[in-house]
């Protein structure tokens, strides 16, 4: 059973960084797009940014210079480094991966950034 598991939200002051971690687990024979989408109550959920096999990034324009998405490929790790956080940054946050050439979701992890 392949599956993501997110770690890292929490609560956190306006200006305030966070780091989430997802790491998939389970009969995994290829990884390819790793990324990070968001949900805020009441919207869709959005990109916020994804990284190829290769480590080519792209972002969300909101989160361009704020965020940086990383991954660790011994690991099957995924990371994203958030400063500078916004009130409008709060969403649940979801992991997403490309296992096995299908796509998987983490459960997600609560953002709160408080102004």
């Known amino acids: 059973q392949v599956q993501l598991v997110e770690s890292g939200g929490g609560l956190v002051q306006a200006g305030g960084s966070l780091r989430l971690s997802c790491a998939a687990s389970?009969?995994?024979?290829?990884?390819?797009?790793m990324g990070w989408y968001r949900q805020a109550p009441g919207k869709q959920r959005e990109l916020v940014a994804i990284?190829?096999?290769?480590?080519?990034?792209n972002y969300a324009d909101s989160v361009k210079g704020r965020f940086t998405i990383s991954r660790d490929n011994a690991k099957n790790t995924v990371y994203l480094q958030m400063n500078s956080l916004k009130p409008e940054d709060t969403a649940l946050y979801y992991c997403?991966?490309?296992?096995?050439?299908?796509?998987?979701w983490g459960q997600g992890t609560q953002v709160i950034v408080s102004s």
């Open positions: 389970g009969r995994i024979f290829s990884i390819n797009a």
């Open positions: 997403y991966a490309n296992l096995n050439e299908l796509g998987y």
């Open positions: 990284i190829s096999n290769l480590s080519s990034t």
